[in-house]
């Protein structure tokens, strides 16, 4: 791309193609400034295969709500729109559209009202985590670029929680920039750090989030080296010469257990002679578990029983979790304490996160699901074959019931009118199985929590940016109200998601009527 052509793609111009079409359509026939609500939800957890998530943690909110600031129909992007022909050679945009799109100014979304689940909370299908109100051809607009930064650090965040909860809580370093998709590598290192990584490589990421960046060294030093002449212990040397205080050594270039950890221990010897205590090694192959128990082993007989083990290589959270298993399992017999290098192992993670390794792509969606007439909103409905497919229609909120030993047990979609905290009883309904009900009471519950805020509005400033460990601490408070089963790394439990009841029957009263060939109400 030349100079500015970056800016350009990735301004107001982030969006498809069916987008525009679209707006100018609702243009043509005067609907571009009928209010209209959209609800942005997912429909199912991310499934990796041979597991699958039992929750999800939401992000990217922050940086939709930039993107929203910074978007406008400038000269350039008109003119890109003006140049576009269709298939008869004709212009596909005209100037009275364009001079609408032109005439929204330096915030293309100021008209834009939106209440959102702050970034951090756990959340679950089929639950409105992102509602739009706008006039319909804004609304129209946001969608994809909404969609894009929504779902992917979600998905991040999500697999960055799970790797946290097998990792037992120790450190968590986020190395993926060097197999993400281009620019992904930011959004996935902060959509990371949200979920549960401690850390990332990722410098420029750290230094606007206000984390020092990790990292090690790699095997082409050692080599280097090698092909100079010199050994891996002058490799060890050289590198501890200019850190002496930031010490961790990769130690499997050659050979882990009869090269790598014995000069490592050498050279940790030398600084400590010289006043300087490392940090570590790290483990980049071979059978984790076991090299972590014998490095351990050595490094504790030769009085270093207090610094770090690294471990990377494909890592993901049932790997984490095997290490750990295959520790417990092993570490005695070699006459370690297992619980003691269990607490100080650190989890070094790459391709599997900031990929979401198995589960590629979040299945969010962003759905029409109300059109204001006069001063009423009217319900819409989309129909499907698949029943999961139906969303909930008109205004909505979102609720969040705790049992009476504090934890989550349900999140409650309501009606916007509807306050189940004063409700004698509630009755909760599946959203797509009709047999599926439950019924709560005032005595069942510890408290009912309401979970969309309002972020953006005409008029409306916009919040101060929060600092990182805001949503961090969200989600490690969510996380710890889940039950155990729901958090399980395979086969979690499912977590309840349910509809009221006067929206159940207003979403059926439409299905119904939609289905036998009649109009909304």
Known sequence: MRPGQRALAEGALFTDQYQLTMAQLYFRLGLHERPAQFDYFFRRYPDYGAHKAGYCVFAGLAWLLDWMDDARFGPEEVASLRAQRGSTGQRLFHDDFLGWLEGTGDRLFGAV???AVPEGRVVHPHTPLAVVQAPLALAQLLESSLLNHLNYQTLVATKAARMHDAGEGQVLLEFGMR????????????????GGADYTSNVGASHV????PKGTHAHSMVQAFLALGGTELDAFRAYADVYPDDCLLLVDTLNTLASGVPNAIRVFQ????????????????GDLAHLSVQAARMLDAAGFDQTRIVLSNQLDEIVIWQVLTQIRRE??????DAEALVRRLVYGVGTQLITSG???ALDGVYKLVALRDGGDWRPAVKLSEAVEKVPSPGEKALWRLYDVRGKATADLVTLAHEEPAHAPELALRHPFDHTARRTLRPADLSGVEPLLEPVAGPGRARPEPEDLAVPRARRAADVAAL?????????AHVYHVSLSEELWRLKEGLVTRYRAGGRAP
């Open 358 to 360: 198995g589960a590629g």
């Open 113 to 115: 009202a939106l209440r």
């Open 270 to 285: 030398e600084l400590r002679r010289r006043g300087h205590e490392p940090v570590g090694i790290r483990l980049d192959s």
């Open 209 to 212: 989030l206000g984390l020092a």
């Open 483 to 491: 039950d155990a089963g729901v958090r399980r790394l395979i086969n």
């Open 331 to 336: 570490a005695a017999r070699q006459g370690v």
């Open 179 to 194: 197999r993400a998709q281009d620019r992904a590598a930011t959004a996935g290192a902060r959509a990371a750090l949200i």
